[in-house]
């Protein structure tokens, strides 16, 4: 299907590996031009050189979106590289597991500023390059941790919860601009970060990484965890001009994911 994205501009960050990469790759083979962030260098060289190879513009940018000047760096590089954004993709974002009492006020500074102050910051400088478009789109990448219980995410409980309801207060501020703005909740997905994630959150549980892999299969209707390019290929749908209707919604793209072990 056509989602008509051909020739679109699409900024993403935290685009050179995981889901990230995964909706770029999608942007890229239905025609988006695409801005990618990352802070490693050999991956995001990489990301470029796949996706310039679908006869796309691509570029790369290295920058650091824990701060406001990060954000704005990547916004002004995109938006002067591609000639404009017609599309945000906020993606980039971590997770420390931990309870209220093992969390430091450090990690709360670091998880805080780029899982949830990024997300703000980019749409702010992104903004005023999307209103020039005639189907602006912002999408937020959060996860089922806002939506879902799951004990030990606490660091990512909390941004993602707070994404959600920036997310419906700029669909209604930038609604009369013919903007849309969504929210993807991606359950437990096949990335590489995952492992370590998966072992450091079952320590948390007192039971082994693959207990949690299994637990968490489990309790999908599917039984079993997302690939990323499933991931993917539903924001590129969400973005797309075929989709002009929806806005300030909140989608779990999670394989059925009811409760936690």
């Known amino acids: 299907m056509d989602l008509g994205l051909k020739g679109k501009n699409a ?9 990230g990469y995964a909706i770029a790759k999608s942007l890229a083979e239905e025609g ?34 824990s701060d406001e000047e990060g954000c704005g760096k990547f916004i002004d590089e995109a938006a002067t590289a591609l000639g404009g954004i017609d599309i945000l993709v906020n993606n980039v974002g971590g997770m420390i597991p931990g309870t209220i ?20 910051h980019t749409t702010k400088y ?61 359950g437990f997905t096949a990335t590489e970060s995952w492992g370590p994630r998966a072992e450091a959150m079952a320590k948390v549980k007192g039971i082994t990484s693959d207990q949690m892999r299994d637990g968490i299969s489990n309790q999908t209707l599917l039984g079993r965890w997302a690939e990323t390019q499933e991931i993917g290929d539903a924001a590129a749908w969400i973005v797309s001009e075929k989709n002009s209707y929806q806005t300030g919604t909140v989608v779990e793209i999670c394989g059925g994911f009811s409760k936690y072990i």
């Open 101 to 120: 009492e093992s969390v430091t006020p450090e990690i709360w500074d670091t998880i805080l500023n780029t899982n949830l102050m990024s997300f703000v």
């Open 32 to 65: 988006c031009n695409v801005a990618l962030s990352a802070r490693n260098q050999d991956r995001l060289d990489q990301a470029v050189a796949d996706f310039g190879a679908k006869g796309v513009k691509a570029v790369g940018i290295i920058c650091d979106l």
């Open 126 to 186: 992104a903004v005023p390059h999307i209103k020039k478009s005639s189907a602006g789109r912002i999408l937020n990448v959060s996860g089922v941790t806002g939506t879902q219980l799951l004990p030990g995410a606490l660091t990512t409980t909390i941004p993602n919860t707070a994404i959600h309801g920036f997310a419906k207060i700029m669909a209604a501020e930038l609604g009369p601009d013919n903007i849309t703005v969504n929210t993807i909740c991606p």
């Open 11 to 19: 900024a993403i960050t935290g685009s050179s590996q995981g889901i």
